[in-house]
């Protein structure tokens, strides 16, 4: 099948195929006598897996981690969990992160008045100089 096939039957769009090919994350796939790429069910199979790495936000190098233990049939689960865990503590430190971000700004919404007049605490917290104990 040609590129725009396996983009559409992966979900993978065909640039983000072609840029996979680049970085090495996938194997040139096969090519017929005018250069277009032929893809075949394992090449599907690999941009799947990809696509469901990617959208539980693991990186490119995770994910080629990740591809690395899926294609290696020696290797232990024990690996694999490694890395998984690895990946859930980052995605829980962003999560309070982000809830931490939106408590703040919360809490800059609601002593803004809202009305006609030009004060802001959102925008005077903004231009504020840094804290000693931010960043």
């Known amino acids: 099948m040609n590129i725009g096939e396996a983009a559409r039957q992966s979900g993978v769009s065909a640039k983000m195929i072609r840029y996979y090919e680049s970085i090495g994350?996938?194997?040139?796939?096969?090519?017929?006598?005018?250069?277009?790429?032929?893809?075949?069910?394992?090449?599907?199979?690999t941009l799947?897996?990809?696509?469901?790495a990617r959208?539980?936000?693991?990186?490119?190098?995770?994910?080629?981690?990740?591809?690395?233990?899926?294609?290696?049939?020696?290797?232990?689960?024990?690996?694999?969990k490694q890395l998984a865990m690895s990946h859930v503590r980052d995605l829980e430190a962003k999560a309070a992160e982000l809830q931490a971000m939106a408590g703040t700004l919360r809490?800059?919404?609601?002593t803004c008045q809202g009305d006609g007049r030009p004060?802001?605490?959102?925008?005077?917290?903004?231009?504020?100089?840094?804290?000693?104990?931010c960043c």
């Open 107 to 110: 809490h800059l919404a609601e």
């Open 25 to 45: 994350l996938i194997t040139a796939p096969q090519r017929t006598q005018a250069q277009y790429r032929v893809y075949a069910g394992d090449d599907l199979h």
């Open 48 to 52: 799947r897996f990809i696509r469901r």
């Open 119 to 133: 004060d802001c605490p959102i925008l005077s917290d903004l231009a504020a100089p840094p804290s000693a104990t």
């Open 55 to 80: 959208h539980l936000g693991f990186s490119l190098d995770e994910t080629r981690a990740l591809l690395a233990l899926w294609r290696d049939k020696s290797r232990a689960s024990s690996d694999v």
